[in-house]
């Protein structure tokens, strides 16, 4: 049965917003750029299983002087709980470059994980990052806690609209898109997120993240 689910879902459908249209936590029609190695994605496609291994490069063309927070999320990682998405990565101190190549100069507070579950929908977004921002010290997730991460909170507690967004579901061992990433949509070992030099960061208590209790995302 789950090859049958696999093979479905390596057809590419057309799609118009970023964000998957049964996902209405967060919701807009602005492209984040997300190339994993050669594959520039566009959202809704399905990616090989391996594609999505590592960890991705943002880019932008929208001019992003400012700085980000990247998050993506496994929407359907736990269909039976009132917060379905775990997180797959929690990137602060994203900075984009004056070619739109996004970076970071501290270690991402939740790790890039392999997406792993065939079928599910992955879902990468992008806000703006608060002045000033610190990793709240009662933010409960890390790179071992990854489960119930409420997406509508993040726009509420760190004062931060979504900006632009990107999607995939993760296929099975489907052959990989023939479109692959080209200028303004770069990748690369010196503009990937691999090596953060600067963590670990300083934790601050009261700041912008109410409730640190696990579940609250
Ligand atoms: C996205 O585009 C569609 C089609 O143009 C439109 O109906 C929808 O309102 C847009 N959504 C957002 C969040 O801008
Ligand atoms: C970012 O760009 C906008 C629009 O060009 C400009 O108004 C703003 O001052 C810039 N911000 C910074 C921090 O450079
Ligand atoms: C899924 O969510 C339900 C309800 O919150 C919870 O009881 C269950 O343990 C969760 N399953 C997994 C695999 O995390
Ligand atoms: C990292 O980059 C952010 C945004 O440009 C900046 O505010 C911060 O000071 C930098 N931190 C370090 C440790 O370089
Ligand atoms: C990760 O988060 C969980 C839940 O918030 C916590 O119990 C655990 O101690 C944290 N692990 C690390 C290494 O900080
Ligand atoms: C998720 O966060 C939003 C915004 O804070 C909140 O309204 C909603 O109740 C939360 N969902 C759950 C299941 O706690
Ligand atoms: C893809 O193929 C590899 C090698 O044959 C196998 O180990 C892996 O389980 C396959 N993955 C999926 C999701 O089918």
Redesign the pocket.
């Known amino acids: 049965m789950l090859s049958l689910i696999a093979a479905a879902v390596c057809l590419i459908g057309s799609v118009l917003t970023q964000t998957p249209p049964s996902y209405t936590l967060a919701v807009t029609n602005q492209t984040l750029g997300l190339s994993y190695g050669s594959v520039s994605v566009e959202a809704g496609e399905t990616l090989p299983y391996k594609v999505p291994s590592t960890t991705p490069t943002l880019s932008s063309t929208l001019g992003l002087n400012e700085t980000y927070i990247a998050i993506i999320v496994d929407t359907t990682a736990n269909l039976s709980s009132p917060i379905p998405a775990d997180l797959v990565w929690f990137q602060q101190d994203v900075t984009f470059s004056s070619a739109g190549i996004g970076s970071a100069n501290t270690s991402a507070q939740v790790p890039y994980v392999a997406p792993s579950s065939v079928g599910h929908a992955y879902l990468a977004l992008l806000y703006t990052q608060p002045p000033g921002f610190i990793i709240p010290s009662n933010f ?6 990854r489960v119930a991460f409420n997406v509508s909170r993040v726009a509420v507690d760190f004062h931060s609209p979504l900006l632009a967004a990107n999607w995939f579901v993760l296929g099975s061992n489907c052959s990989a898109p023939s479109h692959t990433a080209s200028s303004g949509y770069g990748y690369g070992a010196s503009t990937g997120f691999a090596s953060g030099t600067h963590g670990p960061w300083a934790k601050k208590t009261g700041a912008v993240y109410a409730n ?1 209790a ?1 579940g609250r995302y």
């Not at 409960?140 to 806690?145: A, K, L, Q, R, V």
């Open positions: 409960p997730y890390n790179d071992t806690f640190g696990a």
